[in-house]
């Protein structure tokens, strides 16, 4: 089983994850996962935080001479702003500061509940955790899913396919030309008109003192039939990509393949006939089986169909506004409206990276259970062994 935790708060001195479950002998290095955490803190619309934080992984246990040992693996991503908050952040009781707390919830984040369900009369002590910056080793975490998958041919893309309304449409290119449109646009989107106008929306919420949300799209190739599972319903792989999806701060809805569509079309029109070709697989394909449409994305019963797996989440607008809303302070209960040093107005381009990373990891989780094994090589023998099988069937 691959599993993780991640722990540090948002102006503490770090973030780290425990990572289990990657097997011996995959080549991992820090510069595979800096490359993703360069792309999470980028993006078009982001706030004055991330000027000041350079992320950088450093792996503290689990890989030696470049290589996974089999054992726990310790990702570690600094927070360059720690020195400005050392003492408001300071474990020490000492630099108790009562005059510093915040006690203006804001509506959207997770203040007001959080205060109140963990008996805080301050908020920091809430927001420092359920802050988004956890998701910068989250991404870390990603890329070493992301990298195991490499290993057997699987890819994971995220990209932005809508952004404060406005849809990008698919352009007819290979994988690997989407991959670069998405790589240079400012909005990590393929559609460069569609890109402009989302550069625009986001402009103008900003001079409006206003927040955008969006929705990012999430592609897996290469995964072989039989990921996930019919039998259990923690098992089905669409229900833990859905939670994965959901669980990046600010998602509110997931859809797999053509999703809320399908509960409005007939069935003639949604479900994906099923061809054989026997000549498929002289082309490297894993089965003569195949379809002409993937409106499942690459789903059915929980279990992975060859096609590409699809999966879009749906990100709310950022809470904290320059124009402030309306709320109450939780101590003297008066209503005040907030004020603001400063904030993301759009962090969905980057939210797409944290999608990818927590797909990833999902894949690689069902992965594991398919195949097993200890050592990569170990994986790689049963993997094979099973497209072999697969051929046949
Ligand atoms: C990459 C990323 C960046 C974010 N940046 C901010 C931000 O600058 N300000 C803010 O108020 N919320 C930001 N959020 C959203 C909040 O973290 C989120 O809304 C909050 O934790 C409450 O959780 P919920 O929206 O899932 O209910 C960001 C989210 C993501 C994924
Ligand atoms: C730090 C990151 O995102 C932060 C997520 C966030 C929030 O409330 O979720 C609030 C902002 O942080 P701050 O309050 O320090 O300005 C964002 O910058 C990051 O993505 O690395």
């Excluded at 400005?84 to 020490?92: A, I, T």
């Excluded at 007939?266 to 490297?284: A, C, K, N, T, W």
């Excluded at 107005?345 to 989780?365: G, L, R």
Aim: net charge negative.
């Amino acid at each position: 089983m691959f599993r993780y935790l991640t722990a540090g708060e948002s102006h503490g001195p770090q973030l780290t994850a425990i990572i289990e479950g990657i097997p011996s002998g995959l080549k991992l290095s820090e510069s595979d996962i800096n490359a993703d955490l360069l792309r999470r803190q980028g993006g078009y619309g982001r706030g004055g935080r991330m000027k000041i934080e350079t992320d950088r992984a450093s792996i503290r246990s689990g890989v030696r001479w470049g290589e996974t040992l089999g054992s726990p693996i310790t990702l570690v991503v600094e927070n360059s702003d720690w020195i400005n908050w050392e003492q408001r952040m300071s474990v020490s009781p000492e630099h108790r500061d009562d005059s510093i707390r915040v006690t203006r919830a804001r509506p959207g984040h997770a203040d007001l509940p959080g205060a109140m369900k963990y008996a805080h009369n301050d908020v920091r002590n809430i927001l420092e955790r359920s802050s988004a910056r956890e998701t910068a080793v989250r991404v870390a975490v990603g890329a070493v899913a992301k990298a195991y998958l490499a290993r057997f041919g699987i890819a994971v893309v995220g990209c932005v396919v809508e952004l404060g309304g406005v849809k990008a449409e698919r352009p007819e290119l290979s994988v690997k030309a989407l991959q670069d449109a998405i790589a240079s646009s400012p909005v990590y989107t393929y559609d460069a008109k569609a890109e402009l106008e989302m550069v625009d929306a986001i402009d103008r919420a900003k001079a409006a003192g206003d927040t955008l949300g969006g929705v990012v799209e999430v592609r897996v190739t290469g995964a072989p039939v039989g990921l996930g599972s019919h039998v259990q319903w923690d098992r089905r792989l669409d229900a833990r990509l859905a939670a994965a999806v959901m669980s990046i701060q600010a998602f509110k809805g997931v859809e797999i393949g053509a999703g809320f569509e399908t509960a409005r079309l007939p069935g003639s029109l949604v479900h994906d006939e099923i061809y054989f070709d026997e000549q498929r697989m002289s082309r490297g394909e894993k089965t003569g089986f195949y379809r002409n449409t993937n409106r499942a994305g690459g789903l059915e019963g929980g279990i992975t169909n060859g096609e590409e797996i699809v999966v879009y989440g749906a990100m709310k607008p950022i809470p904290t506004l320059y124009t402030p809303l309306k709320s109450v302070d939780i101590l003297t209960k008066e209503p005040f409206e907030a004020t603001v040093e400063r904030s993301d107005c759009c962090a969905v381009p980057a939210a797409s990276v944290v999608a990818e990373a927590v797909v990833a990891v999902e894949i690689v989780n069902a992965f594991m259970e398919k195949f097993g094994g200890d050592s990569v090589a170990e994986t790689a023998r049963n993997y094979s062994s099973y497209i072999e099988y697969l051929r046949e069937f």
